[in-house]
C-alpha cells in the first residue's frame, strides 16, 4: 500500500543505480506492488463516496451531457495520470531518481513557489475528502438503521435520526487504524475496501435496474431536471455542482505517485502505472456509467443525492443493508488511504526539526501476544488522533453531503488532477514554450480550469442555500 513514514524519510537518501536481489537502487526493500495490486489501491481510492451522487449529478445534466461528461472526465483523468506517471523518476524513467510523493514530484520538476503550493492544495484537500468521507459514512450508518427501522414499522415511523453520534463512531474507528506507522501492513485493507467498493456499486446498480422494472418505465430527459421542479437559476447552478461532484468521483492523482512507489521493476514504474490506470479508470468509468443512469433511469428528476440512502424505503431491505454496511467498511479503508500521505508529511517534517526529540523519534513497544509488538509513538498517537477530531467535528458542522463532495471536487481537478501533471511533463519533456505541444497542453489547462470554476461556484451557492436552514449539530436525516 501507500508507503507512508519510511517512504517520505527516504526522500534525501542517495540513491544509487542498480540494486540487488532484496534492495532497490535507493537503498530501500524490494518493492512487490504490480498493475493488479495498484489497480487495487486505485480503485481503492476512487470508487469512493463519489459513486453515490452520481445519479443526482446524471438528472442535472440529462441523458446526453450526464454520460458525456462521465466520459469526458475518465479520459482527462486517464491522460493526466499518465503524465503524472511519466514523472515518478526525475531524467531517466529507468534508473532516475526517485520522488516519493507528489510533491516531491514537483520539486523536482518546477520547484520555488510551485512546491509550496502544491502542498497546501494537497493536504486541503485531503483533509477535505477526510471530512466528505466521514459525511458519507455516516449517512450509510443511519440508511440501515432507517431501513430496519422502517420495514419494522410497516412505514409508519418516518425513522428520523441525528447524524452526530454516527460520525462520532467513525471517528473512533480512524482513530484506531490511523496508528498503524506503515500502510504496508494494511494491504489487506485495500483489497477488502476495493472488493467491497465493488460490492455497493453492484447492489446500487441491480436496485436501479429493478426499480427501472417496477416504473415499467425508463425515467429522465435529454436535457436533466425540468424547470418547475428547480427554478431557472436552481438549474444553472445545480449543473455546474453536478460537474463537481462527477470530478470528486474521479480524482485520486494526489496520492498517485504513492501508488507507484509500491511497483517492483522491472518493467519499469511507469510503463506498469500506466496499465494500473487504464485498468482502474476503465473499470470504474463502466461502474459509473451503469449506477449513474440506472439511477436516474429509476428516479427521473428526483434521483436522490445519495443513490442508496434514497432507496432507503424499499425493499429488499437487507439488501440495503449489505450495500450501506459495504460503503462503511471501504470508507473506512479509503480514509487511511488518502490521509497516510498527510500523516507522514508532517511526521517527517517534524523528525527533521527536532530530531534528538524522544516524544517524537522514540517508538514505545507493546507486546500482544501471538502477534509482532505494537510500535506505538506518543507524537503519532496525539497528532494523528487530533487531526481525525478535527475532521469529525467538522463534518458534524457540515453535513451536506451533495455539496461538499461537489466543492472538494472542483478545488482539486484543476490544480493537481491537471495543472500540475501537465507542468511537470513539460518541464521534464522540455517542451519548448510556445510550440504547438505547448498550446495545446495550456489550452487543455485552461478548459479545465473553467470547469473547475463553475463546480465550485455551484457548489458554494449549495452550501449557502443548505446554511439559512441549518442548525449545528443537530442534522435529522
Known amino acids: 500500500m501507500v508507503r507512508s513514514q519510511q517512504t517520505v524519510l527516504a526522500i534525501d537518501m542517495p540513491q544509487q543505480t542498480g540494486g540487488s536481489k532484496c534492495f532497490d537502487d535507493d537503498g530501500k526493500v524490494k518493492r512487490t506492488g504490480s498493475v493488479w495490486t495498484a489497480s487495487a489501491h486505485i480503485i481503492t481510492a476512487v470508487i469512493g463516496s463519489g459513486v453515490l451522487s452520481l445519479a443526482w449529478a446524471t438528472a442535472q445534466l440529462g441523458w446526453i451531457a450526464g454520460p458525456v461528461v462521465m466520459l469526458l472526465f475518465s479520459v482527462v483523468t486517464y491522460f493526466t495520470s499518465s503524465l503524472l506517471a511519466s514523472c515518478y523518476r526525475s531524467g531517466d524513467p529507468i534508473s532516475g531518481k526517485r520522488n516519493y510523493t507528489y510533491m516531491g514530484a514537483v520539486r523536482s520538476n518546477l520547484g520555488g513557489v510551485k512546491v509550496t503550493l502544491c502542498g497546501i492544495v494537497q493536504y486541503l484537500n485531503i483533509f477535505g475528502v477526510a471530512i466528505g468521507y466521514t459525511i458519507a459514512s455516516a ?28 460520525m462520532i463512531a467513525f471517528g473512533l474507528v480512524q482513530i484506531l487504524f490511523s496508528q498503524i506507522p506503515d500502510f504496508d501492513q494494511l494491504w489487506w485493507l485495500s483489497i477488502l475496501a476495493a472488493v467491497m467498493s465493488f460490492t455497493y456499486s453492484s ?22 431536471i425540468s424547470i418547475g421542479t428547480v427554478t431557472e437559476t436552481q438549474k444553472i447552478w445545480r449543473t455546474f455542482q453536478a460537474l463537481g461532484n462527477i470530478a470528486f468521483a474521479y480524482s485520486y492523482s494526489i496520492i ?39 439511477g436516474y433511469a429509476a428516479f427521473g428528476d428526483l434521483s436522490p443525492g445519495n443513490l442508496l440512502t434514497g432507496f432507503g424505503f424499499y425493499n429488499p431491505y437487507w439488501l440495503l443493508d449489505i450495500a450501506n454496511a459495504a460503503i462503511v467498511i471501504h470508507l473506512i479503508g479509503a480514509y487511511q488511504v488518502y490521509c497516510q500521505p498527510l500523516f507522514a508529511f508532517i511526521e517527517k517534517q517534524a523528525s527533521i526539526r527536532f ?27 496525539i497528532w494523528r488522533t ?9 463534518s458534524m458542522l457540515l453535513p451536506f453531503f451533495n455539496d461538499v463532495v461537489g466543492l472538494l471536487g472542483s478545488l482539486g481537478f484543476w490544480p493537481l488532477t491537471v495543472y500540475f501533471p501537465v507542468e511537470m511533463y513539460i518541464a521534464q519533456k522540455k517542451i519548448p514554450r510556445w510550440s504547438t505541444r505547448w498550446v495545446c497542453f495550456q489550452v487543455f489547462s485552461l478548459g479545465c480550469l473553467v470547469v473547475s470554476i463553475a463546480a465550485a461556484a455551484g457548489s458554494i451557492a449549495g452550501i449557502v442555500l443548505d446554511l439559512k436552514s441549518y442548525k449545528p449539530f443537530q442534522s435529522n436525516y
Not at 257 to 265: A, L, M
Not at 386 to 394: A, H, L, P, W, Y
Open 139 to 166: 449517512i450509510s450508518m443511519m440508511a440501515i438503521k432507517r431501513s430496519n427501522c422502517f420495514h419494522k414499522s410497516g412505514g409508519k415511523d418516518p425513522c428520523q435520526m441525528n447524524s452526530t453520534p454516527y
Open 203 to 224: 447492489a446500487g446498480l441491480a436496485l436501479g435496474i429493478a426499480q427501472v422494472v417496477v416504473n415499467g418505465k425508463v425515467k429522465g430527459s435529454l436535457t436533466g
Open 256 to 294: 498517485l505517485i504513492e501508488i507507484q512507489d509500491t511497483v517492483k521493476s522491472p518493467p519499469s514504474e511507469e510503463k506498469t502505472m500506466k496499465k494500473a490506470t487504464l485498468v482502474s479508470v476503465g473499470v470504474t468509468t463502466i461502474f459509473y456509467m451503469l449506477c449513474g443512469c440506472m
Open 355 to 381: 530530531p534528538d526529540c524522544e516524544f517524537i523519534a522514540k517508538d514505545i513497544k507493546i507486546p500482544i501476544p501471538g502477534f509482532k509488538p505494537l510500535r506505538l509513538n506518543l507524537f503519532r498517537l
Open 386 to 394: 487530533v487531526f481525525v477530531i478535527i475532521t469529525t467535528v467538522i
